[in-house]
């Protein structure tokens, strides 16, 4: 199988959700990192395979495709399909469905918005990320007790979705101290075999 281009930024919890899913399904692939800084990904040649100019981006032999959420879905049904990645059911396959419109909302403006101030100097409220990551918080971690993965009984593109952003939130300045059922999901993520995890970045001092 010719290896599956996943062009990224290293530090990039959309890209890592992406890597950690062609890890775990022992799917071939290679990275190509985008000098963004420079504006790599705003290039005419990258611009033909993700037209918004972001990361990640896959190139599976041709076929491309941007979005981590819809990177997860295809890597899935192309190459694992029925398995428990996706359920079949329509019950839990909504269920994965209401986790990845998490990822894109409450984690993406919550702990990885928070991320983006103090790891890349992005101008947002960091205030207000903080808060609606301990909001997001509290729920996860109730909705984990006595149950250890997000959406079904087994790991799914669900809980994929949602690690990459909350394993790294104490970058962003979230402490996951008070969270003990997230951080015993994290691990079971963790555990997995062939695991990737992301680079870390230097954690704030919390206020």
């Known amino acids: ?19 950690l899913l062609l890890a775990l399904l022992g799917l071939p692939y290679e990275t190509i990192d985008l000098d963004m800084t420079n504006g790599a990904h705003k290039a005419p040649q990258f611009l033909k395979i993700s037209s918004f100019g972001l990361v990640p981006a896959i190139d599976d032999s041709g076929y491309t495709l941007a979005d981590s959420n819809a990177i997860l879905v295809y890597l899935v049904q192309t190459y694992a399909k029925g398995s428990t990645w996706m359920p079949q059911d329509p019950k839990d396959a909504a269920d994965v469905q209401r986790w990845l419109t998490v990822a894109a909302d409450n984690i993406y403006s919550g702990p990885c918005a928070a991320r983006l101030v103090k790891v890349f100097d992005v101008p947002l409220d960091h205030d207000a990320a903080v808060a609606k990551s301990h909001a997001l918080f509290k729920m996860m971690d109730a909705h984990l007790d006595g149950r250890e993965w997000l959406a079904t009984n087994t790991i799914t593109i669900a809980d994929i979705a949602g690690y990459s952003y ?36 230097p954690i704030p001092e919390l206020a």
């Open 1 to 19: 199988m010719t290896p599956i281009k996943l062009y990224r930024n290293p530090k990039s919890g959309h890209c890592h959700r992406a890597e």
């Open 166 to 201: 909350i394993a790294h939130a104490p970058e962003g300045g979230v402490d996951l101290t008070p969270y003990p059922h997230i951080r015993a999901w994290l691990k079971r993520i963790e555990s997995q075999p062939n695991f990737v995890g992301m680079p870390t970045s």
